[in-house]
């Protein structure tokens, strides 16, 4: 029931309200006011509603429960569009969930996993090794790969991709180090660090700090794409705009970050440490 407990609350004080309003109409002779009879429907009513919207959110729900548990749990879901994840070079999911810090590390299927990932509850989805490559859905920072890079002595990369802000960034890091950077915001390159690679020279991107005056000249520009992030992914690690297509791999585990407040307190316990 936790899941409602903000309707739980509004009923609550509802149903009090319409107490209260009732309880001064008993060992009353007289009629009640009209107006405190308007204002306990009114009540009533509200409280109503709030019975209908639980009612309705329980039925989603159990729906939406049938349907994941009608899916196959170690069947690969593919993911890429308008996400950032995270790609380790690791055999060890377990590993790779302790590397970046996750808590409360579970194991759960892709189906569920990946629905829990993306309900923005700051917990991600992670994969199953494939190919060699352990990813993180949803995932986001360059800071993470760069510590887990040198935590786990291997190789980490980032991508980001959202059509509709116009945002595409792939990054590579190798033992701590960022070999290669791109971050693009619209059509121009606003983060590029290190040398273009073969992909990148294959696909012909012109990834330019600023576009040329004439609009002739903007026309002919090979800007990135969506599409672009996940050939590049393809490249360097494993692209999962193709998991549905590989057979079953088993389950995988989710985890949720930490919290600031959770980060402050490992900070601390790490300085005392140091100082006994």
């Not at 009640?32 to 009513?45: D, F, H, K, Q, Y």
């Not at 429960?65 to 879901?77: F, G």
Request: with cysteine; hydrophobic share 45%.
């Amino acid at each position: 029931m936790a899941r409602y407990g903000k309707e739980l609350a509004a009923l609550g004080i509802l149903l009090v309200m319409a107490g209260m309003i009732a309880a001064t109409f008993v060992g009353r002779e007289e009629d009640p006011r009209p107006e405190a009879t308007v204002v306990l429907l009114l009540i009533l009513g509200a409280a109503g509603f709030v019975l209908a919207t639980m009612a309705t959110r329980l039925f989603r729900q159990r729906a939406l429960d049938r349907w994941l548990d009608a899916l196959p749990a170690d069947q690969p879901i593919s993911f890429g569009f308008r996400t950032a994840w995270l790609a380790v070079r690791s055999d060890d999911s377990a590993a790779v969930a302790r590397a970046f810090g996750l808590l409360d590390v579970e194991e759960i299927g892709w189906p569920r996993g990946m629905h829990r990932a993306a309900a923005g509850l700051a917990v991600s989805f992670v994969t199953p090794p494939i190919d060699g490559w352990v990813l993180l859905h949803p995932a986001w920072g360059i800071e993470h790969a760069v510590r887990v890079s040198r935590t786990l002595g291997t190789e980490v990369c980032a991508f980001e991709s959202e059509r509709i802000g116009g945002w595409y960034a792939w990054r590579r890091v190798d033992r701590g180090e960022v070999v290669r950077e791109v971050a693009v915001d619209q059509v121009t390159v606003v983060e590029q660090h290190g040398e273009r690679t073969a992909v990148e020279d294959e696909l012909g991107l012109d990834l330019l700090e600023s576009l040329p005056e004439d609009e002739a000249s903007r026309e002919k520009l090979r800007v990135p794409g969506e599409g672009d992030v996940l050939t590049i992914a393809e490249a360097w690690s494993v692209n999962p705009y193709t998991f549905e297509k590989r057979p079953p791999i088993g389950a995988g585990l989710i985890g949720r970050w930490p919290t600031d407040t959770e980060l402050a307190a490992d900070a601390a316990d790490a300085v005392e440490e140091k100082m006994t």
